[in-house]
């Protein structure tokens, strides 16, 4: 299950999260998703954990549990939605 993670501290790690979410099951993957310019964090992340009970249990007692001086804001993450896709169906009027 993809778990997406909000409202962290600039000084959260991958590691940190990672081992936050370890006490609870097995983890396959944690990011935390950075600015593509600055490489600064972007204040919220994506933990993977293989075991759908596991990671339920770990959004039930993580969700607004504090790391690093914030609450975490926890939910099972929804699919991306692609924005351009939007703009390219949607047909243009000419202005004449």
Do not use: C, H, W
């Not at 804001?73 to 004449?96: C, G, M, Q, T, W």
């Amino acid at each position: 299950m993809n778990i997406y993670v909000g409202n962290l501290s600039r000084d959260v790690t991958d590691d940190d999260l990672r081992k936050v979410f370890e006490a609870f099951g097995k983890v396959s993957s944690a990011i935390i998703i950075k600015d593509k310019f600055t490489g600064e964090s972007r204040g919220f992340g994506f933990v993977e954990m293989i075991d759908n009970n596991e990671a339920r249990t770990a959004m039930q007692a993580l969700n607004n549990s504090v790391l690093k001086g914030r609450p975490m804001n926890i939910n099972e993450a929804r699919p991306r939605v692609d924005k351009r896709k939007k703009f390219i169906k949607r047909k243009r009027e000419r202005s004449y």
